[in-house]
């Protein structure tokens, strides 16, 4: 992560991040014809308690507005990754407070969240405290994005010879170029026919732009969070052009163009960051 190489927990650095992601699935879980329904959303928001209060129902407020209706339109596009497909094996990279095991029927499959050990005992211990079961064979697996995860997520029975599903959701842009470019690598040797991935990506931006967006929107006063160490701002290929080129069938949409098809408009307060950018699944024949 372009993040100091330390751990963190939910109330700070890239967790701080996935709390406000949770933030805006809750407000469009309660938005009218949601696209999405995330119950758990805004219970992570409440036992987080962040630093700096954040919304988990709609505001007067232009950045949580559009961050609501483009987390609803990225959310469900990768359900639909996830559930479009029976591949036995899912792998949901930086899961933060992804609930996909618990609000999606993925029964007879196996699931596996890869991220920060704290992170992930926060959600386990939120949705204890709800009662809450996954619809699936759950594995969390703590391990850092930066360290041999590959080795952990084959040690909680991840198997290579059997089709998979692999999301990077709101990942990208907090990797550096190598890492990013590494990832990409690893996960294409654990793939076989039949197995796809899901990814979100900026084609005609890039880190410094959302860094400078970020910034602009007054992020760090809002958040807490200081955008200049979070945001990898190195150029780096494109993971999409990469994919095609190891064999893999890709279908890129714009967000802007898939809200329309969903029904929705996306407001931008940060220009076309969010119209513009790529949610692309790849299937591997």
Known sequence: MAAPEQDWDIVSSVGLTA???AAGRAIATVSPDPLIEDRFAAEFVRAANPP???PVEPVDDPLWTAMAEYLAVRSRFFDEVVTGTDA???VILAAGLDARAFRLDLSGRDVFEVDQPRVLEFKQDVLEGLGAAPRCRRHPIGADLREDWPAALE?????RTRPSVWIAEGLLP???ARAEELLFDLVHARCVAGSRIG???MPDLGGAELRDALQAADAEQRFGLDMNDLVSTEPRRNPVDWLAGQGWKTTVNRSGELAARYGKQLSDPFGDLMTKTELVSADLP
């Open 174 to 176: 907090y990797l550096p």
């Open 52 to 54: 700096r209060p954040m």
């Open 155 to 159: 040690n909680a029975g991840f198997d």
């Open 88 to 90: 036995p094996q899912v």
């Open 199 to 201: 990814i979100e990506h």
């Open 19 to 21: 709390l406000g992601v």
